[in-house]
């Protein structure tokens, strides 16, 4: 019996409500890079600074999308298992830049390293990202 042929077309980010809300643009996808973009203003805490969780939640995602872009060239999805991030700096203001860069990019688990910087390309913040890849289901 020959196996199915998989559909190994590089999947496309789509972004989702809470990348919508928190006002996040692709600026390029890619197997080696996922950069976008996301402004600091409606995504401040209370004391007037860019919000950790909202680093962590762009982060994930951007880092998300990567593992996803990579598993989609071998027929599958993938789903984060682990994310960790190191706070270095705070922004009150501006546009910030969220990279992800392989770190491994294996058949079964990925894990990407994503920089988040200021306008001034100062390192706000560093996550780790693992993602599981899964076959797709239908």
Aim: glycine share 10%; hydrophobic share 40%; aromatic share 2%.
């Amino acid at each position: 019996m020959t196996p199915e042929p998989r559909n190994t077309e590089l999947w496309k980010i789509t972004l989702g409500e809470l990348d919508e809300k928190m006002g996040v643009k692709i600026v390029e996808e890619s197997v080696e890079k996922v950069v976008a973009t996301m402004p600091v203003e409606g995504n401040r805490q209370s004391f007037g600074l860019l919000h950790g969780g909202a680093s962590l939640a762009v982060g994930e995602a951007v880092g998300s999308w990567a593992a996803v872009i990579h598993a989609s060239t071998l027929g599958k999805t993938a789903v984060g298992v682990d994310v960790s991030a190191t706070h270095h700096k705070s922004a009150r203001e501006g546009l910030i830049t969220i990279t992800a860069t392989p770190i491994h990019l294996g058949g079964t688990v990925t894990t990407h390293e994503v920089v988040i910087t200021n306008e001034a390309g100062q390192r706000l913040c560093t996550l780790r990202i693992t993602n599981l890849l899964l076959d797709r289901k239908g």
